[in-house]
């Protein structure tokens, strides 16, 4: 992955718990992966398209989900209040919407995230590509954030007329 999407990453996941949360967020060196066994209980996942493409998934114990979505609403929320699934959407969409907006030179779209539940649920990815993941450590518990990306280029986006050109 490219230096500078890591780096779009690893501001993202800190400044969305510095700002939205009021805590600060260890991140471990980022890690390669080629598993689709979730790290936790409870995922968001982004999708993301145009210049670069992938996606993106924030996985969180329950515990440390209901923590986080806890901070973030201000109110108390467990994982079975209506609400907890948007809250974790919600966080995954600021977390990935934060790295794009620090993309260099990209044109990206993020699709609506998708939350699910459950213990060794599986994210399936690009089999291409491998995921890069940030291990994540907060006051409110671990956390991982697993990213795969893949920036397109003219010759090998799939677009025609990119191709004919």
């Given at each position: 992955m490219d230096p500078a999407f890591v780096e779009a990453?690893?501001?993202a996941i800190s400044n969305f718990f510095s700002t939205m949360l009021s805590t600060e967020v260890e991140i471990a060196d980022p890690s390669v992966s080629s598993s689709f066994e979730?790290?936790?209980d409870v995922s968001g996942i982004i999708g993301l398209s145009g210049d670069v493409q992938g996606s993106v998934v924030v996985s969180?114990?329950?515990?440390?989900a209901e923590a986080v979505v806890t901070k973030f609403a201000g109110m108390p929320m467990s994982q079975d209040d209506d609400d907890f699934t948007d809250a974790i959407g919600e966080v995954t969409n600021m977390i990935a919407?934060?790295?794009k907006s620090n993309f260099p030179d990209t044109s990206v779209?993020?699709?609506c995230p998708s939350v699910v539940v459950g213990h060794g649920h599986k994210v399936f990815r690009r089999h291409d590509l491998p995921v890069i993941e940030f291990a994540c450590t907060c006051d409110c518990g671990a956390f991982a954030v697993q990213v795969t990306l893949k920036k397109e280029t003219a010759e090998g986006s799939g677009n025609p007329t990119a191709q004919a050109a």
């Open positions: 990453f690893k501001f979730s790290v936790f969180f114990p329950t515990s440390t919407g934060g790295a779209s993020i699709s």
